[in-house]
T-cell receptor, first 109, second 116 residues
Framework: GQNIDQPTEMTATEGAIVQINCTYQTSGFNGLFWYQQHAGEAPTFLSYNVLDGLEEKGRFSSFLSRSKGYSYLLLKELQMKDSASYLCAVMDSNYQLIWGAGTKLIIKP | DTAVSQTPKYLVTQMGNDKSIKCEQNLGHDTMYWYKQDSKKFLKIMFSYNNKELIINETVPNRFSPKSPDKAHLNLHINSLELGDSAVYFC???????????????FGAGSRLTVL
């Protein structure tokens, strides 16, 4: 079966750095996506990785290791507005997205 | 101008009723989707249409029927609503399904369905 694992909930402090991990087992791999979803809102696209390595976008970076079936989303200089759920999704060999259940990130002052 | 718009935003109805949710995208995308997000926040694909043709039809009760009159619209009709249908339904679109950045999803704001 296909599976995406990510922690259910994490807590971090404003101004700090947090790393949200995602491990996957899928039938093939055509890329990994991270989305952010604030409570009561729609998911919005954050990042896409298809090759190994780190992709940086401002305060957010995403890392991929295909051999380990592993990715992480790194959030720096945390702000209160970063409190949200972060969804990891992998595109399988049929170009279908397999979604993780999301990690709820709580930022404390 | 909203990229992906869906209506209604909230829907409260009785068991057994039939309801529809409409979705429109103005991004010129070829592919549209319906997702269901339950109380545990897990996003589950229901249907996907590419240029008005059904390409993904997950294991969904046949009480759910999608309809795509053109590639900018994908509506969802639900017959004989049940308590378990209560969820947030998200419409989304992507450029196409060829992989990479073309598969980035733009979501609508969601339609919260409550069945009493």
């Amino acid at each position: 079966g296909q599976n995406i694992d990510q922690p259910t909930e994490m807590t971090a402090t404003e101004g700090a750095i947090v790393q949200i991990n995602c491990t996957y087992q899928t039938s093939g791999f055509n890329g990994l996506f991270w989305y952010q979803q604030h409570a009561g809102e729609a998911p919005t696209f954050l990042s896409y990785n298809v090759l190994d390595g780190l992709e940086e976008k401002g305060r957010f970076s995403s890392f991929l290791s295909r051999s380990k079936g592993y990715s992480y989303l790194l959030l720096k200089e945390l702000q209160m507005k970063d409190s949200a759920s972060y969804l990891c999704a992998v595109m399988d060999s049929n170009y279908q997205l397999i979604w993780g259940a999301g990690t709820k990130l709580i930022i404390k002052p | 101008d909203t990229a992906v718009s869906q209506t209604p935003k909230y829907l409260v109805t009785q068991m057994g009723n039939d309801k529809s949710i409409k979705c429109e995208q103005n991004l010129g995308h070829d592919t549209m989707y319906w997702y269901k997000q339950d109380s545990k926040k897990f996003l589950k694909i229901m249907f996907s249409y590419n240029n008005k043709e059904l390409i993904i039809n997950e294991t969904v009760p046949n009480r759910f029927s999608p309809k795509s009159p053109d590639k900018a619209h994908l509506n969802l009709h639900i017959n004989s609503l049940e308590l378990g249908d209560s969820a947030v339904y998200f419409c989304a679109s992507s450029q196409d399904t060829s992989g990479g950045g073309a598969n980035v999803l733009t979501f609508g704001a969601g339609s919260r369905l409550t069945v009493l």
